[in-house]
C-alpha cells in the first residue's frame, strides 16, 4: 500500500521558519512529480509548491522568494522548507504524489504561525 508520510510542522512565531518533510513508499519515487498542498480552516486546498521529476520547480505566487521545495530520491522525500512565516500560512500541509492517473495524497502535517 502506498504510503505518504508528513512531518515538521508545529508553531512557530511570524518571521520564523520550519521544514516539512515527507517520505513516500511502495511507490516509484523518483519518476512522481511531488507537490505541497494547503487548507486553512474554511477555505479550500491550494498548491504552494511543486518538484517535477526532472527537478522542476513551481510556486504558489504567495509563497515565492519564501518557500523552497526539493527533493532527494535516495531518501524518497520531498521538502517544503518555509522562511519568513506569516500568520496567513497557517494551515494543514499535505503532501502529493502525482504521475499519470496515479494520484496519492499524505494525511497532513499541521502548520501554526502565531505570537
Known amino acids: 500500500q502506498v504510503q505518504l508520510v508528513e512531518s515538521g510542522g508545529g508553531l512557530v512565531q511570524p518571521g520564523g521558519s520550519l521544514r516539512l518533510a515527507c517520505v513516500g513508499s511502495r511507490f516509484p519515487f523518483s519518476v512522481y512529480t511531488m507537490s505541497w498542498y494547503r487548507q486553512a480552516p474554511g477555505k479550500e486546498r491550494e498548491l504552494v509548491a511543486t518538484v517535477t521529476s526532472t527537478g522542476n520547480t513551481n510556486y504558489a505566487d504567495s509563497v515565492k522568494g519564501r518557500f523552497s521545495i526539493s527533493r532527494d530520491n535516495a531518501k524518497n522525500t520531498v521538502y517544503l522548507q518555509m522562511n519568513s512565516l506569516k500568520p496567513e500560512d497557517t494551515a494543514m500541509y499535505y503532501c502529493?504524489?502525482?504521475?499519470?492517473?496515479?494520484?496519492?495524497w499524505g494525511q497532513g502535517t499541521q502548520v501554526t504561525v502565531s505570537s
Open positions: 502529493r504524489a502525482q504521475r499519470s492517473v496515479n494520484n496519492y
